[in-house]
């Protein structure tokens, strides 16, 4: 009979795809789900309208050394771009989620359901720049992405 290493026997037993180490911590990773996929999605678009500088903030400080028509016209300008922006484009939501903020809430739905008691904030104080490049790697191969169909 084959043995197996630890890992593996525990990720046989959960049905988890595999396992992310944050820190001193190993958890379980859930394969995502449609319903985490929409939810990402729509906590990534919250966090670029919540970041997103308006174009009439964008040309404030140079509004004030501009005549006043020039001014109505700039002001104008910027409220038209601005009623133009609806929703991030993908590319936009790719950057969001490859900074440390995306990640963590990305990691937190992939590890909650095996680990009930963990926090995102946990999550977010663990993941950084330094290393968000090797979490996103394990968080691919962990829940089963790295050969999934992108369409």
Known sequence: METMEPKAA???????PGTIVLGEEIYLVSQPTKADFVTL??????????????????????L???????????????VKLKDGQREPTAIALEE????????????????????????????????????VDTVIAELVDAGGLRDADPN
């Open 96 to 131: 969001l989620l490859m900074e440390p903020a995306g990640v963590a809430f990305w990691a937190w739905l992939s590890i909650r359901k095996n680990h009930p008691e963990v926090q995102l904030a946990t999550l977010q104080a663990a993941i950084t720049l330094e290393n």
């Open 41 to 62: 999605r729509k906590r990534l678009a919250a966090s670029f309208k919540a970041t997103k500088t308006t174009p009439l903030a964008s040309i404030a400080p140079e």
């Open 64 to 78: 004030a050394g501009l005549s006043p028509d020039l001014q109505k016209l700039a002001i104008e300008a910027a």
């Open 10 to 16: 525990n990720q046989a037993a959960t049905g988890a």
